[in-house]
């Protein structure tokens, strides 16, 4: 805990940039470094929250005050309060950043309600594919797009800009991916179930048994843990995660960025696993394929010609998510499939392979729809660096 003499050294130093400016104005670089440092707090915490959350919600009957949701409240504050302090003072942040980050703030914000009412009227939910949680995740999604574009514009160049940067797509990927840990925890659920044992608590089976209309059985366990169908797993890790990889390596700029901003990530995951399965909560699927996916774009970076590497890159990223998703299921034991019935200890969720033909073709429309916005960010660029040099003397 700070003691007085240093929160009143804070303030001090805070207190004179507290004045009413426009998104863009120039931002001293320690106050620059706070903000965007504040903003790491607060994904960090809201990671750490939602991660427990998911887990949470396999063992317990739902609760608003749940500890996981309230260090995922602190974020929350965190977040709103840098919302508020980039918009009064105009400081960290472009007008595009800043209105990314207001629109996700604000996005975040209504979903919440809603989503409370949505759990009053309908129960438990059973998916974390709901339309109110879907809104959790696109407010998230352009917060930190915004916080993105914040950093990127206005960090200097150097090794912390980059690592920041790719601090920042960790929790970009973090966000995207988070749906698709319904599955993972899902699926070992379901194989718990068939070695009779469970991992969650028989009020939690009842509840949802009861809002079903059904015993407390396989089929309940089977549409409790796993309710979408196995084709969305892969596709959307393909298709979101994986377009989130190509941004990263193309921003940041570095042979190796994407490979380490998936390990970032789904090393958090793997230190999380022991740390909840070893105080009693549901262990889950670790999703290593996007380690290997994450290799595949940096080695398609290697190509330079820019839609030439959209071409190839989709279909070989493609093919190595897809196979790393099998070489999981088979090296790691498979866990329980509700197709094939196999069992073992760690795994991924049920994967229909005859997805990834549409996996990659929607791969391939986002990647080229980014190689073009970049080309066109390089144009502009060059044409003002010309304009420029012409009117210097």
Not at 385 to 390: C, P, S, Y
Request: glycine share 10%; no cysteine; aromatic share 12%.
């Amino acid at each position: 805990m700070k003691s007085p003499a240093s929160l009143k050294r804070a303030a001090e130093w805070a207190l004179p940039y507290w004045t009413r400016g426009q998104a863009g104005r120039e931002t001293p670089q320690d106050l620059f470094r706070v903000l965007y440092f504040g903003w790491l707090v607060a994904f960090t915490l809201k990671l750490l929250g939602s991660a427990w959350d998911v887990s949470w919600h396999f063992k317990w009957l739902r609760d608003d005050l749940a500890p996981p949701h309230l260090l995922n409240s602190v974020g929350t504050a965190i977040v709103v309060a840098l919302t508020v302090i980039h918009g009064y003072t105009g400081y960290g942040v472009d007008k595009a950043a800043l209105r990314l980050i207001q629109w996700g703030t604000g996005i975040f914000l209504v979903a919440v309600p809603l989503d409370l009412i949505n759990h009053r009227v309908n129960g438990l939910d059973i998916t974390s594919w709901s339309p109110s949680h879907i809104m959790l995740y696109l407010g998230t999604f352009f917060m930190i797009a915004g916080v993105l574009r914040g950093w990127f514009m206005g960090a200097p160049p150097g090794r912390e800009r980059t690592v920041v940067l790719g601090a920042f797509f960790a929790f970009f990927l973090e966000n995207v991916h988070f749906p698709e840990q319904h599955q993972e925890y899902g699926i070992l659920s379901i194989g718990a179930w068939d070695n009779h044992a469970t991992y969650a608590e028989q009020i939690l089976l009842q509840f949802a048994a009861d809002q079903m209309g059904r015993p407390v059985d396989r089929a309940m366990m089977v549409a409790f843990s796993l309710p979408v169908p196995d084709f969305l797993y892969p596709v959307y890790a393909v298709v979101a995660g994986l377009s989130v990889l190509v941004v990263a390596r193309l921003l940041i700029g570095r042979f190796g960025a994407a490979t380490l901003v998936a390990g970032a990530y789904v090393g958090v995951r793997t230190l999380l696993w022991p740390l909840l399965t070893f105080t009693g909560f549901p262990p889950s699927a670790v999703p290593f394929f996007l380690v290997v996916a994450g290799l595949a774009v940096d080695l398609a970076f290697l190509v330079r010609m820019p839609y030439v590497r959209a071409v190839l890159g989709s279909v070989g990223v493609t093919a190595a998510a897809y196979g790393a998703l099998v070489a999981q299921s088979a090296i790691m034991g498979g866990v329980y499939s509700a197709i094939k019935g196999q069992k073992g200890l760690l795994g991924a969720p049920p994967l229909a392979t005859s997805s990834a033909v549409w996996a990659g073709l929607a791969l391939l429309a986002l990647w080229l729809t980014v190689e073009w916005l970049a080309a066109r960010r390089r144009g502009s660029q060059t044409i003002e660096a010309r304009v420029i040099a012409t009117a210097t003397p």
